[in-house]
Nanobody, 121 residues
């Protein structure tokens, strides 16, 4: 069993930046970030392979968000720049049991509790 704890969320103005962190209690493989806005389904945001060599982003965040990981610290990060009000959501970290990038929620086994990100206009 792996526990995931997100941090770094908060309130920021449009155009600003936030850096989310996800600390895992043990070794993890492929990791990802998802988000869920009020009244909407949870959506994939970004994913990273076990080695960190492969990443994948949903189109709406390409060029603005960067996912990275530090395996020595069992931590994955999501750097969010040029934030927009439509990025407002609860952001969840997830861990899969495969080494390649996973882009669907069904492929992830472990989930964090989420951290709120609010972008004001």
């Amino acid at each position: 069993q792996v526990q995931l704890v997100e941090s770094g969320g908060g309130l920021v103005q449009a155009g600003g930046s936030l850096r989310l962190s996800c600390a895992a209690s043990g070794r993890t493989f492929s990791m990802g970030w998802f988000r869920q806005a009020p009244g909407k389904e949870r959506e994939f945001v970004a994913g990273i392979s076990w080695s960190g060599g492969s990443t994948y982003y949903t189109d709406s965040v390409k060029g603005r968000f960067t996912i990275s990981r530090d395996n020595a610290k069992n931590t994955v990060y999501l750097q969010m720049d040029s934030l927009k009000p439509e990025d407002t959501a609860i952001y969840y970290c997830a861990a899969a049991l495969v080494k390649v990038v996973v882009t669907t929620a069904a492929g992830y086994i472990y989930w964090g509790q989420g951290t709120q990100v609010t972008v004001s206009s």
